[in-house]
Nanobody, 121 residues
Framework: EVRLAESGGGSVQAGGSLRLSCAAP????????LGWFRQPLDKEREGVAR???????SYADSVKGRFTISQEYARNKLYLQMNSLKPEDTAMYYC???????????????WGQGTQVTVSS
């Protein structure tokens, strides 16, 4: 069973930074795409950032230049560095993993429980 566990959420003022972590000890990082999604209250979940098995990254337009996704193979960890946070970044953030070949069609196969990020103005 693959388990993903996020940490690092919290409350911060606009302009501040947070670093989210995702631990996935059972996941063979080299074979999967990994990503972060978020879901604001009463809104649909949206993709934030993704990294593939080659280290190629992609970002939602709303976070480009502010967020950075990275992974640490040796510790099976995924990170999301969030800088210049805005109130509209407030959401539950989820770590996700899945096969790259079907990510855009069927989405990730595994999800974490989520960690809340709240940005105040």
């Amino acid at each position: 069973e693959v388990r993903l566990a996020e940490s690092g959420g919290g409350s911060v003022q606009a302009g501040g930074s947070l670093r989210l972590s995702c631990a996935a000890p059972e996941l063979p990082f080299g074979n999967f795409c990994l990503g972060w999604f978020r879901q604001p209250l009463d809104k649909e979940r949206e993709g934030v950032a993704r990294i593939d098995s080659y280290g190629e990254t992609s970002y939602a337009d709303s976070v480009k230049g502010r967020f950075t996704i990275s992974q640490e193979y040796a510790r099976n960890k995924l990170y999301l560095q969030m800088n210049s946070l805005k109130p509209e970044d407030t959401a539950m953030y989820y770590c996700a993993a899945g096969l790259c070949g079907r990510w855009d069609v069927t989405g990730p196969d595994y999800w974490g429980q989520g960690t809340q990020v709240t940005v105040s103005s």
